[in-house]
């Protein structure tokens, strides 16, 4: 299997939503603004539950703000 | 840098300003053992210290008064580094338990050797471990443990680095 790559769009999304800032988002759906900042950086995957909460917190289906590349 | 990664920072530099020279005396002057509480009330201090700067210096915890909780990529750095860590303190463990199996034999028959006459007769030898050996033994079982917990830091400390700094 080769290497598994799962894009995200949460800066963008962050940007599009008044400008929220990291920290924010990090509080609201329960992380550190480090992983928030790790996540973007696609350098840490989700757990299905964060995934869910993040693409809630967007108001967006899971798939809007995750994409699997594998 | 987080909380949690200044946490694992001061844990790093606490372990090291202190077992440093506690190991440099003790594995000079074995019998200072009475050294082990003086370090570990040292550690204390210190850490309560570095907790308290810590928290003074983020920002959260001076807003809610609460110290902000592990999320999953904390617990996941914390497994990966408890991984490192149970690893490096089984070999040790181990090898200390092989030279300990294999040694103190040796260093029985070694004795017997020594007491017996040129014809062959071994008299009966009373077998002992001297205390500042053994004392050095123990001393460097405990700094298996130590190192133990600095990989644990310092693999902590990679792993924040890597995944939330780049």
Sequence with gaps: ?70 | MGFQEKSAWACLIAIVAVYVPYFWVVFQYPMAFGLFVVAAIILAVLLTAFHLVNALATRSIRKTGDVPPLDELDRMLELRAAKLSGVVLAIVVMGWSLVAMFGVPALAISELVQASTPDGVVPSVQLSIPVVQALTAIHALFAGFVIANIAYYGNLIVGYRRLAHG
Excluded: C, W
Excluded at chain 1, 45 to 63: N, T
């Design chain 1, 1 to 70: 299997m080769g290497k598994v790559a799962i894009h995200n769009r949460i800066r963008e999304l962050r940007f599009k939503a008044g400008e929220m800032t990291q920290q924010t988002l990090a509080d609201s759906v329960g992380i550190t603004r480090q992983t928030v900042i790790a996540l973007e950086k696609g350098k840490y995957y989700p757990s299905l539950e964060l995934a869910f909460r993040i693409a809630q917190k967007f108001g967006m289906p899971l798939e809007e703000v995750f994409q699997f590349e594998g």
